[in-house]
Each structure stands twice: as structure tokens, then as C-alpha cells.
């Protein structure tokens, strides 16, 4: 945008006075300018907007216009250059109007050559000027886009935060993942906001330190989207260059992150594998052996406790309850097995169809009395739905399932079972959704791990089973849960059979 150096300044006259405008271009035609002339403000608005100009000075009285009039068309027709007003009689009210309206100066005739020619050099340092500042933030803003375009058309996630964690700067990819638009996102603290709450002292620490001066480190931490759910991020935390003092609202680090959810998820999943493949072999055995004299030790408790019962001395029900106890806690043990072996060696399936919303009804009615005593509603959307698969394993699925809502829901609250089929899909869905305590966000991933439990009489298998039973159907099972609103279980099952 800056003129070729070896241009000539180009000086405009727009004055009726011939005389003058002649005596103006005797006094800057040697000092290296090329001057046109004009006689009307319609003439010299056409040349100012045919070709230009640096500098023009313009009679306040032309004919057909006046000068200060003239002013806003010639500053548009050359938004670089500087306009000088002439005129013979001055008044501090026209002075002060003409500059407000943009002329570089007011000069008033008869002028003195020398101050002339030290006011039109002025107004062309100051055309200059205003040039170079023109090209510098056109150069600005074009390095400004392409550092936008890098960062918005980005696959990470990048977010500018100031001191006090408020954000700046949110990516598209960010507004993709999370579901929230940038004016959901700027000007409020990315914390809150981003992370869940049982994670955000951890982050916090990570980002202070960063901003302390500790060398910029990697974390990984799970992401607030906007439907509740959440997603696991590995985020790189940099401090901004620190070329200027940072103000409270300036940029200070910026946070990078990649969206690791499904990379994990597969990671936990081959390890999950092996660490089964690996206990299948040996203790599957072992279960097995264990289970032939358990089986018999049940047999011989219950024998027992007929013995007892014909006892008639006051001795007989403590010896009963006892023996009740040890039966209760073997045919725990027994399940533990069946469960642990299910998983560790799986029996092949059956393949028919199965009346979905039968088996769901069943299981239901099974836990009505358990649901009741809690105190807790369960409520069935059942409609009717089919499968193809192997009824006794959904129905453990579901089972499973309806448990686990049941032992995390307290009083009061609401379990619901509902299974549905629309026609254009394939698949029949059951959801199992209660009002419960929720998973925290942290062990969310760990639910289905075989043994992981939270609850002092748990096996930790039911999810691992759930799962596999679900797969090997070709179905999928979905989990979302939020931690005192409560736990949703979708699966979605092959209504006409692809099992494996
Ligand atoms: N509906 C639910 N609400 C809250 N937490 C649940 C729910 N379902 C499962 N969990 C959590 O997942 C863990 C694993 O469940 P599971 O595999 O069935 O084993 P277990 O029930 O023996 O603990 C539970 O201990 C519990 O912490
Ligand atoms: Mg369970």
C-alpha cells in the first residue's frame, strides 16, 4: 500500500483563482510534485477520484460548491491523502469546522511561501504516516487470520485463558466436542465451565504450576459436554509469550488438548481382555474344582438343617439361623463362580427369537417386592419388541441391570424400565434409567471392569457379564450417568439375529 518510492507526490488544486493556482505550481513544480489543476468542485472531485492524490488544496469558495463541503467526497475518493483549505478571510468558526471535518490545516491568503511549503511537507509526512500505519495493520491482520485459520481449522481443542482461568480464546473444535457456542464459552472460567467438579482442584493445580513457571506438562482429565456426558482430553498447558506485562483480561496460557476418549477406551478394553485371557486359563480352572465340593458342602448344610428342625430342645433356632447364615453366604459364593466362570469361559449361545418385552416384564415383576421394600418406584414402558438371541443370558443382562438401579436409588426415587422399537430401525432398544446416587465421572470408565465394585458385597462382575453378553448378541450397550441425578443404561439389540 505504500507508494513506489521514486513516485511524485501528487499535489491537486481546486481553485477558481487561475492566478493563484499558476503561482502554486511555479512554487512546488520544482520542488518535485506533480500538481494538476481545476477550477470547479465537481472537476476536482472527478480527477480525485479518476486518479488520486497525496495532497490537495482546495479554495473554501469554489463556484459551484464550498471547500468545506467538498471535504468528506475527496477524503473518500483518497483515504490516504491530506486535503489544505485556502481562503481569504478566515473566522475561528470556519477554521475549527473544516479541521473536525478532516483538512489537514487552514491556510489563509496571502500566505507566505516558506510557512506554505513547511505546512503541505507536513501533511505529507503525516499522508505517510498514515500509510505506513495502514500497511502495518493490514500486514497485522493478515498474519492475526492466518494464525486464526491455524487455530480454528484445527483437530485439537485450543482455549485461551487469562490469570483468573476466565477464556479468551475457544476453538471450533472445542465448540464441536463440548456442544457450546464461543458465546457460551468466552468471558466465563474455562474451569467451571469444562471440567467436572470432582476434577477441577487437579486441573487447577496443573494450570497454577504451569503458570508459575514449572515446564508445561501433560495431564489428561475428562471434558463437561454439553449434554452431561463427558469425554476424556489430554491437555498441553503453555504459558503465553510474555513479551508484554500480562493484564488481568490478556491471554496467559493457552491449553491444547487432543480428545483421547475412544484411544482409552480401546487401550482399557485390550487390557481388560488380557487380564481375563490371563486369569480364564488358570483360574477358571481353579473356580471349577472349587465348585464341586462347594456344591456338596450345600448339600450336606442342607441335610443339616433338616436335622436340626426335628431337634425339639430350645437349642434349635439359634443352630437353625446359623446354618441359615452359612447357606446364604455358600450360595453367594456359588453365584460368584457361576458369574466369574460365565466370564472367563463363555458357554456358546443360543440363537432364537426371544419376546423382549415378555422378558423384561418377567425380570421386572421379579424385583417388584425388592423395589417395594426399598421404598422405590419401578415404572415399565414396555412395548412390544423382539430379539433373537439367547434368553437366558438377556435375561441375566437385564437382571444385572435392574439391580444395580435398584442398589443405587434411595428412597423415593423412580427406576425405569422401557424397551421400544421404531420401524425404520433395525434394532430394539432397552433403556434401564434410575434417579440414583450416579458414578462420579472418574470411575465412570472403570464400571465395566471385571471386579471393579463399589459396594462392600459386590462381585464387580454384573457389568463385565452385561457387556459381554451384549456383544456376542452384536448389540451395544451405552452407560451415562451424573453423579446424585443418576444412572441411564441403553442397549440396543439386533432384532433379527447377528449374533456371534
Ligand atoms: N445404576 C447404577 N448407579 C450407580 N452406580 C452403578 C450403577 N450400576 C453400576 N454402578 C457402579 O458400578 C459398579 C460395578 O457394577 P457391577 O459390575 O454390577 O458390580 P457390583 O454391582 O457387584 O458392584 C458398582 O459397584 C457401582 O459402583
Ligand atoms: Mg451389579
Same mark, same amino acid.
Given at each position: 500500500?505504500?507508494?513506489?518510492?521514486?513516485?511524485?507526490?501528487?499535489?491537486?488544486?481546486?481553485?477558481?483563482?487561475?492566478?493563484?493556482?499558476?503561482?502554486?505550481?511555479?512554487?512546488?513544480?520544482?520542488?518535485?510534485? %506533480?500538481?494538476?489543476?481545476?477550477?470547479?468542485?465537481? &472537476?476536482?472531485?472527478?480527477?480525485?477520484?479518476? /486518479?488520486?492524490?497525496?495532497?490537495?488544496?482546495?479554495?473554501?469558495?469554489?463556484?459551484?460548491?464550498?471547500?468545506?463541503?467538498?471535504?468528506?467526497?475527496?477524503?473518500?475518493?483518497?483515504?490516504?491523502? /491530506?486535503?489544505? +483549505?485556502?481562503?481569504?478571510?478566515?473566522?475561528?468558526?470556519?477554521?475549527?469546522?473544516?479541521?473536525?471535518?478532516?483538512?489537514?490545516?487552514?491556510?489563509?491568503?496571502?500566505?507566505?511561501?516558506? /510557512?506554505?511549503?513547511?505546512?503541505?511537507?507536513?501533511?505529507?509526512?503525516? =499522508?505517510?504516516?498514515?500509510?505506513?500505519?495502514?500497511? !502495518?495493520?493490514?500486514?497485522?491482520? %493478515?498474519?492475526?487470520?492466518?494464525?486464526?485459520?491455524?487455530?480454528?481449522?484445527?483437530?485439537?481443542?485450543?482455549? =485461551?485463558?487469562?490469570?483468573?482461568?476466565?477464556?479468551?480464546?475457544?476453538?471450533?473444535? *472445542?465448540?464441536?466436542?463440548?456442544?457450546?457456542?464461543? &458465546?457460551?464459552?468466552?468471558?466465563?472460567?474455562?474451569?467451571? +465451565?469444562?471440567?467436572?467438579?470432582?476434577?477441577?482442584?487437579?486441573?487447577?493445580?496443573?494450570?497454577?504450576?504451569?503458570? *508459575?513457571?514449572?515446564?508445561?506438562?501433560?495431564?489428561?482429565?475428562?471434558?463437561?459436554?454439553?449434554?452431561?456426558?463427558?469425554?476424556?482430553?489430554?491437555?498441553?498447558?503453555?504459558?503465553?509469550?510474555?513479551?508484554?506485562?500480562?493484564?488481568?483480561?490478556?491471554? *496467559?496460557?493457552?491449553?491444547?488438548?487432543?480428545?483421547?476418549?475412544?484411544?482409552?477406551?480401546?487401550?482399557?478394553?485390550?487390557? /481388560?481382555?488380557?487380564?481375563?485371557?490371563?486369569?480364564?486359563?488358570?483360574?477358571? =480352572?481353579?473356580?471349577? &474344582? $472349587?465348585?464341586?465340593? !462347594?456344591?456338596? *458342602? +450345600?448339600?450336606?448344610?442342607?441335610?443339616? =438343617?433338616?436335622?436340626?428342625?426335628?431337634?425339639?430342645?430350645?437349642?434349635?433356632?439359634?443352630?437353625?439361623?446359623?446354618?441359615?447364615?452359612?447357606?446364604?453366604?455358600?450360595?453367594?459364593?456359588?453365584?460368584?463362580?457361576?458369574?466369574?466362570?460365565?466370564?472367563?469361559?463363555?458357554?456358546?449361545?443360543?440363537?432364537?427369537?426371544?419376546?423382549?418385552?415378555?422378558?423384561?416384564?418377567?425380570?421386572?415383576?421379579?424385583?417388584?417386592?425388592?423395589?417395594?421394600?426399598?421404598?422405590?418406584? +419401578?415404572?415399565?414402558?414396555?412395548?412390544?419388541?423382539?430379539?433373537?438371541?439367547?434368553?437366558?443370558?438377556?435375561?441375566?443382562?437385564?437382571?444385572?441391570?435392574?439391580?444395580?438401579?435398584?442398589?443405587?436409588?434411595?428412597?423415593?426415587?423412580?427406576?425405569?424400565?422401557?424397551?421400544?422399537?421404531?420401524?425404520?430401525?433395525?434394532?430394539?432398544?432397552?433403556?434401564?434409567?434410575?434417579?440414583?446416587?450416579?458414578?462420579?465421572?472418574?470411575?465412570? &470408565?472403570?464400571?465395566?471392569?471385571?471386579?471393579?465394585?463399589?459396594?462392600?458385597?459386590? #462381585?464387580?462382575?454384573?457389568?463385565?457379564?452385561?457387556?459381554?453378553? $451384549?456383544?456376542?448378541?452384536?448389540?451395544?450397550?451405552?452407560?451415562?450417568?451424573?453423579?446424585?441425578?443418576?444412572?441411564?443404561? #441403553?442397549?440396543?439389540?439386533?432384532? #433379527?439375529?447377528?449374533?456371534?
Amino acid at each position: 500500500m505504500t507508494p513506489p518510492p521514486d513516485r511524485r507526490p501528487q499535489l491537486l488544486i481546486v481553485d477558481d483563482n487561475r492566478d493563484l493556482a499558476e503561482n502554486l505550481q511555479d512554487i512546488f513544480e520544482p520542488r518535485g510534485f %506533480a500538481v494538476r489543476f481545476t477550477p470547479s468542485a465537481r &472537476e476536482g472531485l472527478a480527477l480525485a477520484r479518476a /486518479e488520486g492524490f497525496d495532497l490537495a488544496m482546495v479554495d473554501v469558495n469554489l463556484p459551484d460548491a464550498s471547500g468545506a463541503d467538498l471535504l468528506p467526497a475527496l477524503r473518500d475518493a483518497s483515504p490516504l491523502g /491530506e486535503v489544505v +483549505l485556502i481562503t481569504g478571510h478566515a473566522t475561528l468558526d470556519s477554521a475549527v469546522a473544516a479541521v473536525r471535518g478532516g483538512a489537514f490545516q487552514y491556510v489563509v491568503k496571502p500566505f507566505k511561501v516558506d /510557512e506554505l511549503v513547511a505546512t503541505v511537507e507536513a501533511a505529507l509526512r503525516q =499522508g505517510t504516516l498514515r500509510r505506513e500505519r495502514e500497511a !502495518l495493520a493490514q500486514q497485522l491482520a %493478515a498474519s492475526e487470520r492466518r494464525y486464526r485459520d491455524v487455530v480454528e481449522s484445527s483437530k485439537v481443542l485450543v482455549l =485461551g485463558i487469562d490469570t483468573r482461568g476466565i477464556m479468551h480464546l475457544f476453538n471450533r473444535r *472445542a465448540a464441536e466436542l463440548t456442544g457450546l457456542t464461543p &458465546e457460551e464459552a468466552l468471558g466465563r472460567p474455562a474451569l467451571d +465451565l469444562l471440567i467436572p467438579a470432582d476434577s477441577r482442584e487437579r486441573v487447577q493445580n496443573h494450570v497454577r504450576a504451569t503458570l *508459575a513457571g514449572a515446564p508445561p506438562g501433560e495431564f489428561e482429565a475428562p471434558l463437561l459436554i454439553k449434554d452431561g456426558r463427558s469425554r476424556t482430553v489430554r491437555w498441553h498447558v503453555v504459558v503465553a509469550s510474555a513479551e508484554r506485562p500480562t493484564a488481568s483480561d490478556e491471554i *496467559a496460557a493457552y491449553a491444547v488438548g487432543t480428545d483421547v476418549t475412544d484411544r482409552r477406551a480401546l487401550e482399557r478394553r485390550a487390557a /481388560e481382555a488380557e487380564a481375563l485371557a490371563h486369569m480364564g486359563t488358570l483360574a477358571a =480352572g481353579l473356580a471349577h &474344582e $472349587v465348585r464341586n465340593p !462347594l456344591n456338596a *458342602a +450345600l448339600l450336606q448344610l442342607h441335610l443339616l =438343617g433338616r436335622g436340626i428342625a426335628k431337634v425339639t430342645t430350645e437349642e434349635r433356632d439359634p443352630l437353625l439361623g446359623r446354618a441359615r447364615i452359612v447357606e446364604a453366604e455358600l450360595k453367594r459364593l456359588e453365584r460368584l463362580l457361576s458369574d466369574f466362570l460365565e466370564l472367563a469361559r463363555p458357554r456358546p449361545m443360543a440363537r432364537e427369537p426371544i419376546d423382549l418385552a415378555g422378558l423384561l416384564d418377567e425380570v421386572a415383576s421379579f424385583q417388584e417386592p425388592a423395589a417395594a421394600a426399598a421404598g422405590v418406584t +419401578l415404572v415399565r414402558r414396555i412395548a412390544v419388541s423382539r430379539a433373537v438371541g439367547d434368553r437366558e443370558r438377556l435375561k441375566q443382562v437385564f437382571h444385572n441391570l435392574l439391580v444395580n438401579a435398584l442398589e443405587a436409588t434411595p428412597q423415593g426415587g423412580v427406576v425405569t424400565v422401557s424397551c421400544h422399537r421404531s420401524a425404520d430401525e433395525p434394532d430394539a432398544t432397552v433403556v434401564i434409567s434410575d434417579t440414583g446416587r450416579g458414578i462420579p465421572s472418574g470411575t465412570l &470408565e472403570r464400571v465395566f471392569e471385571p471386579f471393579f465394585t463399589t459396594k462392600e458385597a459386590g #462381585t464387580g462382575l454384573g457389568l463385565s457379564i452385561v457387556r459381554q453378553i $451384549v456383544e456376542r448378541h452384536g448389540g451395544a450397550i451405552d452407560l451415562e450417568s451424573a453423579e446424585g441425578r443418576g444412572t441411564r443404561v #441403553t442397549l440396543s439389540l439386533p432384532a #433379527t439375529g447377528r449374533s456371534h
